[in-house]
């Protein structure tokens, strides 16, 4: 067989490929005809699910959408998408926390700082004024019991209608990954931390 020959093989099956997974594609798009607002759940011990939560926060301000973030533990006010976020009239920003647990070193405080976070959630997924609506780290409030679980989760469920969600932190709970649309594990494969370099503006935070 010609080299002309082996090619046109090539392109013709690709062809033929790439037309069933177009027809899939399109049965699949065919079918989501469901819209309503979506709980995204982002986990894992990767890098990166602050940042993503964030990178919904940009889109949905792109499109005119009115976006509410409440960041658990953290209590850094120097981070570069604060800066930039809270500056968009479009977007509400809160930083809720005290640090991290090993900052504090005290429960007590940290669960009356959560608790008066969490009312500050609160005011968001009961007001359909808020189109998106970002919890970081609030998966950790859950994994130590800061809050009620049962209470958070039931929360999350009555919100508006139509209002997306966002939820990050480490180990989210199996109860919060089973009420949600979609759940992303991200995997800590290599971290530039381990290799004693700190954490750089612009990148880290």
């Not at 005809?33 to 990767?46: A, F, P, R, S």
């Not at 940042?51 to 926060?57: H, L």
């Not at 977007?91 to 640090?99: A, N, R, T």
């Not at 405080?109 to 004024?129: C, F, H, Y």
Request: glycine letters at 8%; charged letters at 25%.
């Amino acid at each position: 067989m010609t080299h002309s020959a082996t090619t046109d093989k090539r392109n013709q099956y690709h062809k033929t490929r790439m037309e069933r997974k177009k027809a899939q594609i399109d049965a699949s798009i065919a079918r989501a005809q469901d819209e309503k607002g979506v709980l995204l759940v982002i986990t894992g011990n990767g890098k990166g699910k602050s940042t993503s939560a964030f990178g919904m926060v940009a889109r949905a301000l792109g499109h005119g959408l009115n976006v509410g973030v409440c960041q658990f533990i953290k209590s850094r006010t120097d981070t570069g998408e604060e800066a930039f976020f809270s500056a968009h009239p479009n977007c509400e920003w809160h930083v809720l926390g005290d640090g991290f647990t090993w900052d504090t070193q005290n429960r007590e405080q940290d669960i009356r700082t959560s608790q008066k976070g969490w009312e500050v959630a609160m005011g968001m997924l009961t007001n359909p004024r808020y189109d998106l609506v970002v919890l970081d780290e609030l998966t950790y409030l859950l994994s130590y019991d800061y809050l009620d679980k049962d209470t958070v989760l039931d929360a999350l469920l009555a919100r508006p209608e139509n209002q997306h969600l966002v939820v990050t932190g480490r180990s989210a709970l199996a109860e919060l990954r089973d009420i949600a649309d979609t759940v992303s594990e991200i995997r800590d494969e290599k971290h530039a931390y381990t290799a004693g370099i700190k954490a750089q503006k612009g990148v880290d935070y």
